[in-house]
């Protein structure tokens, strides 16, 4: 009898609480707001050539910050890398949207395996016109960009059999930010150095005993957390 | 057990996570003060509001100020913006007002949700210049008695001090006083106003702490209720005018007819509700209201725009059938007919100052179009007599096409020759469906043609066949023509500022004017901190008797503090 008045009172409670609960929510609910996200419709180009021009070939969720400074959340997203744009599914209109490039600050992806990249624009936010998109690997004293640009291989005559235009192909490179200027990571450790002068022994000894490749990713990452550490 | 323990925790899901709760026990205090307690009609009262919170700044808020009647009937009021929980302003007493007490209030759009929506609210006494004096129901006597004794003493405060030279003054005699936090006091800043008004035992005074009805809530509730949304809200509800059927799932575009675009957009929920929110716009604003079908952005026909009223206007409550036992005498302090020699010199002390208007909506402004295809000056060219001719002339893959009194257009895409019907045509930043209206409009009157023949997106909106836009050298079309599917709605904002220009009698100029101001000084804008003492000077007038130089604020932990002095002209 006990166990059951025991069970009965919780129960209340609990649909008392679970009532609070959801009064607060209502309180909370935001008023409507209507998205100002600008664009032109996303024409299919990519139709007409072998492969994808999207990074990792496939879409995110992620959000989007502009330059009035709102930032638009749970957004299906993806990045064409050929046009080093951003469209994104418009539920409303039910259609892909090519995102005015110049209303974006900064763009966060989520893939599906909870992997989240970093995207921004104009990484010394100078308006200096430099309109391309970086992925931001690490930021510090030195921050390390990566760019990835995706161009397209034309097809010969001879291999128009299956109706494309060609391929596309994907290039990366990477750049860091120092003194508030940009620079692309150099191919070699000497010309790396060159931009430190003062941390040429650390730098030499750190990527000796790591084995760092300048053409690597984390290596790289690793590389600049150092260098930052250093400075 | 187990079933507690997933009980607390389908709980928690629920329950909404806001940084606002927890140890938060900080709170918000709202306060009004005014120049004067008594006032003339025709006179303006000036006051200044506090929402201070000790925590952590109130953002920028939307605040309403209206004035109303002991039966709180709506009279006026006024719109302010809040920044950092302080905000000034003033409101004209109408000369309508019979004699008696009035109310001025303040509240916010979300603070209307509270059980209390009134932020602060203080009576003010109102004379009526014309002998419009208040009747005394039978009701009332036990009130009026009550009354009849409330003299207040002088209010002081031994950590802040109102200093002068000296105590009397002669007429128009410069004073200067010095306004000081002493090192002890267990405030560093102090957020204020100053007045200097006639003090007279007589007036019949309403202390701070009894007649002010001030709020204080806790900053969780505070942050919980969203107390602090800036802009101005206008919500409204879209209907069919013959059936008053409410319309759903529609667009409302909102816009001003201006030499720049100034546009926003609103889907209507299932109550058939829009909202908008404006900042930044002062006086009366002209806006133009629309309605589309979201999808092919057809236009609607025969709908009405009902606008919610932004202020609490309580429904008129008539006195029951009391009996009238007499009219309440004009016993307030100051001179009636001195206040009438004022108004009749038309020494208005105050001046309107113009503020820009339009420093919104920059985001339509800037991505509406995106890259227009062409920008036209047709006075560049040569000089035609009517639109037909500029579209046919001038104009690349925009044709204007006539079937009897109907007009339409087209854009040519230039890249792929698709002809598109209907693009959407704005005329000096106003949609227009009758595109027939602008025929007759030639060069002379057009200053600059925008188009843009690709689809564009502005946020859910597909504008499919390309958007053209006219700017007019006069910004007149929309005075000389209506369109069945525009409703005009004039939309009060933000009260421009005012300032004061009291008289300066350094100089000879105003030297026969006679100057029975009410108040001698007022400035809402009165920061005092430890080690920087503020000062401010004015001039006595005409008048002689005893002042009272009141300084009234709100520190930094949210507690009001007054403070206050004699002075004397003879």
């Known amino acids: ?231 | 057990m187990n079933k507690a323990i997933i009980y607390i925790v389908i709980l928690f899901l629920f329950l909404p996570v806001s940084k606002a709760l927890g140890s938060n026990t900080a709170y918000v205090s709202f306060c009004i003060n005014t120049d004067r307690n008594c006032y003339v009609s025709g006179d303006i009262a000036f006051f200044k509001l506090y929402g201070l919170i000790k925590s952590n700044p109130v953002k920028e808020q939307t605040v309403y100020v209206d004035l109303v009647s002991r039966q709180n009937d709506f009279i006026s009021g006024v719109i302010l913006k809040m920044r950092n929980g302080l905000a000034s302003g003033y409101i004209e007493i109408p000369d309508s007002l019979i004699t008696g007490k009035y109310k001025l209030r303040f509240y916010s759009d979300q603070s209307k949700n509270l059980e209390s929506p009134f932020l602060s609210q203080k009576t003010i006494y109102v004379s009526n210049r014309f002998g419009k004096n208040e009747p005394i129901y039978k009701n009332d006597l036990q009130e009026s008695e009550n009354e009849t004794d409330s003299t207040q003493p002088l209010m002081e405060n031994e950590f802040c001090k109102i200093s002068t030279l000296k105590d009397t003054f002669r007429c128009r005699e410069k004073v200067s006083v010095g306004i000081d936090i002493s090192d002890k006091a267990a405030f560093d800043t102090l957020w204020s106003s100053i007045t200097v008004k006639p003090y007279n035992k007589n007036e019949i005074r309403f202390a701070s702490d009894s007649d002010n009805e001030n709020q204080k809530i806790t900053a969780a509730e505070f942050q919980k209720q969203n107390l602090s949304k800036p802009g101005i809200t206008l919500r409204g509800q879209l209907v069919y005018k013959s059936t008053s059927n409410i319309v759903k799932n529609a667009v409302v575009f909102l816009s001003f007819n201006d030499s720049v675009f100034r546009f926003q957009y609103s889907m209507t929920d299932n109550n058939g509700e829009f909202c908008f929110h404006l900042n930044h716009y002062t006086g009366i604003q002209k806006v133009y209201l629309s309605a589309f079908i979201p999808y092919n952005l057809q236009p609607l026909l025969n709908v009405q725009f009902n606008i919610y009223p932004n202020f609490i206007k309580s429904v008129n409550q008539q006195k029951p059938n009391d009996e009238i036992v007499t009219y309440r005498a004009s016993v307030d302090t100051f001179n009636v007919e001195k206040a009438i020699i004022t108004k009749a010199f038309q020494s208005r002390l105050t001046n309107h100052l113009n503020l820009p208007e339009r420093d919104s909506n920059l985001w339509a402004q800037k991505y509406f179009l995106g890259d227009k295809t062409h920008v036209t000056y047709p006075a560049e060219y040569v000089n035609l007599p009517d639109f037909v001719s500029i579209a046919k002339e001038i104009l690349p893959f925009v044709r204007y096409r006539k079937n009897g009194s109907k007009g339409k257009l087209f854009i040519n895409d230039g890249e792929s020759d698709i002809v598109r019907e209907n693009p959407m045509l704005f005329v000096d930043g106003v949609p227009l469906t009758e595109v027939e209206l602008i025929e007759n409009r030639g060069t002379d009157k057009i200053r600059e043609i925008d188009v843009r023949w690709r689809p564009r997106v502005f946020g859910d909106l597909l504008f499919q066949n390309g958007i053209i836009m006219i700017w007019s050298n006069h910004p007149d079309f929309w005075d000389l023509n209506t369109s069945k599917y525009i409703s005009v709605y004039n939309l009060e904002c933000y009260q421009p500022k005012m300032v004061q220009q009291y008289p300066d009698y350094s100089k000879a100029s105003q030297h026969n004017l006679p100057d029975f101001r009410q108040t001698l000084y007022w400035n809402a804008d009165i920061k005092v901190a430890k080690g920087q003492p503020a000062s401010i000077d004015f001039y006595t007038s005409d008048e002689v008797g005893t002042f009272e130089i009141v300084l009234k604020g709100m520190d930094e932990n949210g507690e009001p503090v007054t403070v206050s002095k004699l002075i004397k002209v003879e």
């Not at chain 1, 502009?66 to 080093?84: A, P, Q, R, T, V």
């Not at chain 1, 409303?92 to 090519?98: E, K, N």
């Not at chain 1, 010309?191 to 030499?204: T, V």
């Open chain 1, 1 to 231: 009898m006990m166990t059951y008045l025991y069970k009965k009172i919780q129960f209340l409670l609990f649909a008392l609480l679970l009532s609070f609960a959801a009064l607060a929510q209502i309180n909370c609910t935001e008023e409507y707001h209507n998205q100002q996200l600008t664009g032109d419709v996303y024409d299919p180009y990519f139709n007409d050539y072998n492969g994808s021009p999207f990074f990792l070939n496939t879409t995110f969720i992620g959000s989007v910050k502009l330059s009035s400074g709102e930032i638009y959340k749970d957004l299906k997203l993806s990045y064409d890398l050929y046009k080093d744009d951003f469209v994104y599914f418009n539920e409303a209109l039910h259609g892909w949207i090519l995102i005015d490039k110049d209303i974006i600050t900064e763009v966060s992806l989520v893939d599906d395996k909870n992997r989240h990249y970093k995207i921004i624009r104009d990484p010394l936010k100078q308006a200096t016109g430099n309109d391309q998109f970086y992925f931001e690997l690490f930021t510090g004293k030195v921050t390390l960009l990566m760019r990835k640009e995706v161009h397209i291989n034309p097809a010969l005559d001879n291999s128009l059999t299956d109706n494309k235009m060609g391929s596309f192909f994907e290039k990366t490179n990477y750049y860091f930010i120092y003194n508030n200027e940009i620079f692309m990571v150099p191919a070699t450790k000497k010309k790396l150095i060159a931009y430190f002068p003062e941390l040429k022994k650390d730098i030499k000894k750190y990527m000796a005993v790591n084995k760092i490749h300048l053409k690597d990713k984390d290596h790289l990452k690793a590389l600049f957390e150092k260098i930052s550490s250093l400075l």
